[in-house]
């Protein structure tokens, strides 16, 4: 009898054994609780445009449908302080969450931070803005050269066949999104030999303070010009600012990117001619679904863009741009 209560004891043991290895071979083969709520954080270059605030919108739209997603929102300040970037970055891979979107504001100084992240098991996908040499999720954003080179195109239109004398005001170094839209202005405009281009090398800086100090300084080097363009919300404002202190608002072409209230409204007062408005919410919205679905082992694809319009006053009551046009709702 007491044999035989052994080897039951015995058996008993080695079901429990083999219970707890089968748990084990499952967590090693990756397997998961689908119902686990995934932290996704969302990183963008500023915290102050709308654009940003529209991007915001569209993450938390797509972790709403999604049921099973945290977003975390953080970024820096200013749209120039790399160093902070880099440490949000850094924290959140310490952090461990599930994923990172990211929208990078240096193409080069972000490289290493999210070489760090995907090393480290934290899987990102880029939004509005590329990084240099570095494989990602995927990359999520505007055709910028595309979508510049369409501004680019508009102002040729707008000046017709006369000689004209074009400025392009640059955003800031180290910004992927913006030097490809400037590539595109530059190239649209060299199809056009009536005009010269008389500056492309000055640089906005990353607030509406330094882009309108830029602005002034040109306004006040070259005394007659036809047309300027800007490549981004900053940079159109405080172009358009400079232009309405000069009296030059309305009297030349101006086309500027990106839309919030402000240049919604020089639009429609004529102080700008043509918007190029790209869509945040459907970057911030496509963003955190392909991560998402990534992490989910679904196959997404490497490149998405989403698309630019030309906006004017003409077509701005359009109900698809006046979508576009509307201010995020935080």
Same mark, same amino acid.
């Given at each position: 009898?007491?044999? #035989?209560?052994?080897?039951?004891?015995?058996?008993?043991?080695?079901?429990?054994?083999?219970?707890?290895?089968?748990?084990?071979?499952?967590?090693?083969?990756?397997?998961?609780?689908?119902?686990?709520?995934?932290?996704?954080?969302? /990183?963008?270059?500023?915290?102050? &445009?709308?654009?940003?605030?529209?991007?915001?919108?569209?993450?938390?739209?797509?972790?709403?449908?999604?049921?099973?997603?945290?977003? #975390?929102?953080?970024?820096?300040?200013?749209?120039?302080?790399?160093?902070?970037?880099?440490?949000?970055?850094?924290?959140?891979?310490?952090?461990?969450?599930?994923?990172?979107?990211?929208?990078?504001?240096?193409?080069?100084?972000?490289?290493?931070?999210?070489?760090?992240?995907?090393?480290?098991?934290?899987?990102?996908? #880029? #939004?509005?803005?590329?990084?240099?040499?570095?494989?990602?999720?995927?990359?999520?954003?505007?055709?910028?050269? =595309?979508?510049?080179?369409?501004?680019?195109?508009?102002?040729?239109?707008?000046?017709?066949?006369?000689?004209?004398?074009?400025?392009?005001?640059?955003?800031?170094?180290?910004?992927?999104?913006?030097? =490809?839209?400037?590539?595109?202005?530059?190239?649209?405009?060299?199809?056009?030999?009536?005009?010269? /281009?008389?500056?492309?090398?000055?640089?906005?800086?990353?607030?509406? =303070?330094?882009?309108?100090?830029?602005?002034?300084?040109?306004?006040?080097?070259?005394?007659?010009?036809?047309?300027?363009?800007?490549?981004?919300?900053?940079?159109?404002?405080?172009?358009?600012?400079?232009?309405?202190?000069?009296?030059?608002?309305?009297?030349?072409?101006?086309?500027?990117?990106?839309?919030?209230?402000?240049?919604?409204?020089?639009?429609?007062?004529? &102080?700008?001619?043509?918007?190029?408005?790209?869509?945040?919410?459907?970057?911030?919205?496509?963003?955190?679904?392909?991560?998402?679905?990534?992490?989910?082992?679904?196959?997404?694809?490497?490149?998405?863009?989403?698309?630019?319009?030309?906006?004017?006053?003409?077509?701005?009551?359009?109900?698809?741009?006046?979508?576009?046009?509307?201010?995020?709702?935080?």
């Amino acid at each position: 009898m007491k044999r #035989i209560f052994l080897f039951s004891l015995a058996a008993i043991a080695l079901v429990g054994c083999g219970s707890s290895a089968e748990s084990g071979d499952s967590t090693a083969t990756g397997s998961s609780d689908t119902s686990k709520k995934l932290r996704i954080a969302v /990183i963008p270059k500023g915290a102050t &445009h709308e654009f940003w605030k529209s991007i915001h919108e569209g993450a938390d739209k797509a972790a709403a449908e999604l049921g099973n997603v945290e977003i #975390i929102w953080k970024g820096p300040m200013k749209e120039d302080d790399r160093e902070d970037q880099i440490k949000v970055v850094e924290d959140f891979t310490t952090q461990k969450v599930d994923g990172i979107v990211l929208a990078p504001l240096d193409d080069t100084a972000l490289r290493i931070p999210v070489d760090e992240a995907q090393k480290s098991g934290i899987p990102v996908v #880029i #939004i509005d803005s590329g990084l240099k040499d570095i494989a990602t999720v995927s990359f999520v954003s505007t055709n910028n050269y =595309e979508a510049g080179k369409r501004g680019g195109m508009h102002m040729v239109e707008m000046l017709g066949k006369e000689p004209k004398k074009v400025i392009v005001l640059r955003y800031q170094e180290g910004s992927a999104s913006t030097t =490809e839209r400037e590539n595109g202005f530059l190239d649209a405009l060299k199809t056009a030999s009536n005009i010269t /281009i008389v500056s492309s090398n000055q640089f906005a800086g990353s607030t509406v =303070e330094t882009a309108q100090k830029a602005s002034e300084n040109l306004l006040a080097a070259f005394k007659q010009f036809d047309g300027v363009l800007c490549p981004n919300e900053s940079s159109t404002f405080g172009m358009m600012r400079a232009l309405q202190d000069a009296g030059l608002a309305g009297k030349v072409k101006f086309v500027g990117f990106d839309a919030s209230t402000k240049l919604i409204e020089g639009l429609t007062n004529g &102080h700008i001619d043509a918007l190029m408005v790209q869509n945040p919410r459907k970057m911030g919205y496509l963003g955190v679904k392909t991560m998402a679905a990534h992490l989910k082992k679904e196959t997404v694809e490497k490149r998405i863009d989403t698309g630019a319009e030309v906006v004017t006053k003409a077509n701005m009551g359009e109900p698809t741009i006046a979508e576009l046009l509307s201010p995020p709702k935080g």
